[in-house]
Protein backbone atom coordinates (compact mmCIF):
# COMPACT_ATOMS: atom_id res chain seq x y z
CA UNK A 1 0.00 0.00 0.00
CA UNK A 2 1.68 3.49 -0.94
CA UNK A 3 1.96 5.75 1.67
CA UNK A 4 2.94 9.28 1.86
CA UNK A 5 3.36 10.91 5.18
CA UNK A 6 4.14 14.87 5.20
CA UNK A 7 5.20 16.59 8.51
CA UNK A 8 7.09 19.47 9.91
CA UNK A 9 4.85 22.04 9.22
CA UNK A 10 3.65 25.14 12.03
CA UNK A 11 3.23 28.69 12.31
CA UNK A 12 5.94 30.97 12.39
CA UNK A 13 7.55 34.12 11.39
CA UNK A 14 7.82 35.84 8.58
CA UNK A 15 11.87 35.12 8.10
CA UNK A 16 11.88 32.29 10.21
CA UNK A 17 12.94 28.26 8.37
CA UNK A 18 11.07 25.40 8.80
CA UNK A 19 11.97 22.03 7.16
CA UNK A 20 8.51 19.47 5.78
CA UNK A 21 9.88 15.82 5.69
CA UNK A 22 8.02 13.40 3.33
CA UNK A 23 8.24 9.67 4.44
CA UNK A 24 7.32 7.26 1.85
CA UNK A 25 6.50 3.47 2.08
CA UNK A 26 4.78 0.93 -0.59
CA UNK A 27 6.73 1.63 -3.11
CA UNK A 28 9.88 1.97 -5.15
CA UNK A 29 11.52 5.10 -3.01
CA UNK A 30 14.36 5.31 -5.30
CA UNK A 31 12.72 5.15 -8.64
CA UNK A 32 10.02 7.83 -7.88
CA UNK A 33 10.02 11.29 -8.42
CA UNK A 34 9.01 13.48 -5.45
CA UNK A 35 7.60 16.72 -5.36
CA UNK A 36 6.06 18.89 -2.91
CA UNK A 37 2.83 21.00 -3.53
CA UNK A 38 0.96 23.87 -1.96
CA UNK A 39 -2.57 25.65 -1.97
CA UNK A 40 -3.33 28.30 -0.21
CA UNK A 41 -7.31 29.25 0.71
CA UNK A 42 -8.83 29.98 -2.24
CA UNK A 43 -6.21 29.41 -4.45
CA UNK A 44 -4.99 26.78 -7.22
CA UNK A 45 -2.62 24.11 -6.32
CA UNK A 46 0.81 25.47 -7.08
CA UNK A 47 3.74 22.72 -8.03
CA UNK A 48 6.52 24.15 -5.36
CA UNK A 49 9.60 21.88 -6.22
CA UNK A 50 10.60 18.65 -7.47
CA UNK A 51 13.41 15.99 -7.38
CA UNK A 52 14.19 13.27 -10.25
CA UNK A 53 14.30 9.48 -9.25
CA UNK A 54 17.56 8.81 -10.98
CA UNK A 55 20.18 11.81 -11.09
CA UNK A 56 18.54 13.61 -8.39
CA UNK A 57 17.39 16.23 -11.02
CA UNK A 58 15.61 19.15 -8.69
CA UNK A 59 13.87 22.04 -9.98
CA UNK A 60 11.75 25.13 -8.43
CA UNK A 61 8.82 27.43 -8.74
CA UNK A 62 10.06 30.68 -8.92
CA UNK A 63 8.86 32.02 -6.47
CA UNK A 64 10.74 30.05 -3.99
CA UNK A 65 14.10 29.55 -5.92
CA UNK A 66 17.41 30.40 -3.64
CA UNK A 67 14.80 30.10 -0.44
CA UNK A 68 13.92 26.42 -0.48
CA UNK A 69 15.94 23.90 -1.15
CA UNK A 70 14.63 20.15 -1.94
CA UNK A 71 16.76 16.67 -0.99
CA UNK A 72 16.38 12.70 -0.36
CA UNK A 73 17.65 10.56 1.80
CA UNK A 74 17.21 6.77 0.32
CA UNK A 75 18.05 5.04 3.42
CA UNK A 76 15.31 6.52 5.57
CA UNK A 77 13.05 7.22 2.21
CA UNK A 78 12.49 10.64 3.12
CA UNK A 79 12.11 13.79 1.02
CA UNK A 80 12.71 17.01 2.47
CA UNK A 81 12.17 20.16 2.08
CA UNK A 82 13.91 23.33 4.12
CA UNK A 83 12.18 26.19 3.78
CA UNK A 84 14.35 29.43 4.62
CA UNK A 85 13.33 33.54 4.94
CA UNK A 86 9.88 31.95 4.99
CA UNK A 87 6.56 34.88 3.33
CA UNK A 88 3.27 35.45 4.63
CA UNK A 89 2.36 34.42 1.29
CA UNK A 90 4.11 30.65 1.57
CA UNK A 91 1.18 29.64 3.59
CA UNK A 92 -1.05 27.15 2.66
CA UNK A 93 -1.18 23.19 3.02
CA UNK A 94 2.07 21.91 1.46
CA UNK A 95 1.45 18.44 -0.24
CA UNK A 96 4.20 15.76 -0.83
CA UNK A 97 3.60 13.67 -4.28
CA UNK A 98 5.23 10.46 -5.84
CA UNK A 99 5.29 8.65 -9.08
CA UNK A 100 7.39 5.99 -10.78
CA UNK A 101 6.98 7.48 -14.29
CA UNK A 102 7.43 11.52 -14.20
CA UNK A 103 11.01 13.12 -14.49
CA UNK A 104 11.46 16.50 -13.13
CA UNK A 105 11.76 19.15 -15.52
CA UNK A 106 11.80 23.08 -15.98
CA UNK A 107 8.27 22.75 -17.96
CA UNK A 108 5.86 23.06 -14.54
CA UNK A 109 4.60 20.59 -11.91
CA UNK A 110 0.80 19.47 -13.11
CA UNK A 111 -0.20 17.48 -10.38
CA UNK A 112 -2.49 15.25 -12.55
CA UNK A 113 1.40 13.79 -13.50
CA UNK A 114 1.31 12.35 -9.87
CA UNK A 115 -0.55 8.78 -8.50
CA UNK A 116 0.41 9.16 -4.89
CA UNK A 117 -0.44 12.37 -2.84
CA UNK A 118 -0.13 12.51 1.05
CA UNK A 119 -1.82 13.76 3.26
CA UNK A 120 -0.71 17.52 3.59
CA UNK A 121 0.90 19.50 6.43
CA UNK A 122 0.00 23.18 7.16
CA UNK A 123 2.45 25.96 7.31
CA UNK A 124 1.71 29.45 8.47
CA UNK A 125 3.72 32.70 8.36
CA UNK A 126 2.63 35.91 10.03
CA UNK A 127 3.92 38.42 9.34
Known amino acids: QVQLVESGGGLVQSGDSLRLSCTAS????????IAWFRQAPGKEREGVSCISRSDGTTTYTASVKGRFTISRDSAKNTVYLQMNRLKPEDTAIYYCAADEDYYCSNDGLDGRDFGSWGQGTQVTVSS
Open 26 to 33: GFAFDYSA
